[in-house]
């Protein structure tokens, strides 16, 4: 069984100073993981995967996470954030078979304060 | 086109109301997901189908009873439904197949029963 921890239930940070939101991971097989966020009163848009190959993985909206498997860690990182991107960001894992059966963390409330 | 559209957005009913929730997609996914959100909480698996198959059900009450009646949709029958089954209601689509996937998923349907 699959499962994913974020420590961090709120992270506030000030406008266009860098963020890292942290999510660790616990599996027995190889996993897949992703970086969800979701916006107010709206669904799930995808940020970034890690599904195999470069540790480093770029996404959208100039977020990048850094899959280290000896910590099994997938830790999310902007270097300079808006206040657009008050949101709230799930991590996800899914295992190595035909469906995404996603297993989320709890989630992390990103706020970003002028 | 990279949608998955849920219909309706809000839906307030009884419990002793029958309701549907839909969902379609145009992308050729075959496979297809239910996924409930209470608030403040992440998202949980409720049900797979993979190719107009029921795949997965996570153990959920036969309140709630899902349909795939062809390739690009997916409903979820309600029934009977308890207060506390108020939540946001995401589907989701993907290929089924190991590798490079993801799920897209829908705006949700926000279910609030009286």
């Known amino acids: 069984a699959q499962s994913v921890t974020q420590l961090d239930s709120q992270v506030p940070v000030f406008e266009e100073a860098p963020v890292e939101l942290r999510c660790n991971y616990s599996?027995?097989?190889?996993?897949?993981l992703f970086w969800y966020v979701q916006y107010p009163n709206q669904g799930l848009q995808l940020l970034l995967k890690?599904?195999?190959?470069?540790?480093l993985v770029k996404g959208i909206n100039g977020f990048e996470a850094e899959f280290n498997k000896s910590q099994t860690s997938f830790h999310l990182r902007k270097p300079s954030v808006h206040i657009s991107d008050t949101a709230e960001y799930f991590c996800?894992?899914?295992?190595?078979?035909?469906?995404?059966?996603?297993?989320f963390g709890t989630g992390t409330r990103l706020l970003v304060s002028p | 086109d990279t949608e998955v559209t849920q219909t309706p957005k809000h839906l307030v009913m009884g419990m002793t109301n029958k309701k549907s929730l839909k969902c379609e997609q145009h992308?050729?996914?075959?496979?297809m997901y239910w996924y409930k959100q209470k608030a403040k909480k992440p998202p949980e698996l409720m049900f797979v189908?993979?190719?107009?198959?029921?795949?997965i059900n996570e153990s959920v009450p036969s309140r709630f009873s899902p349909e795939c009646p062809n390739s690009s949709l997916l409903n979820l029958h309600l029934h009977a439904l308890q207060p506390e089954d108020s939540a946001l209601y995401l589907c989701?689509?993907?290929?089924?197949?190991?590798?490079?996937?993801?799920?897209?998923f829908g705006q949700g349907t926000r279910l609030t029963v009286v």
């Open positions: 989701a689509s993907s290929q089924p197949r190991r590798g490079n996937t993801e799920a897209f």
């Open positions: 599996s027995s097989v190889s996993v897949y």
């Open positions: 890690y599904l195999s190959g470069s540790t």
């Open positions: 996800a894992v899914s295992g190595n078979t035909g469906f995404q059966k996603l297993v």
């Open positions: 992308m050729g996914h075959r496979a």
């Open positions: 189908y993979s190719y107009e198959k029921l795949s």
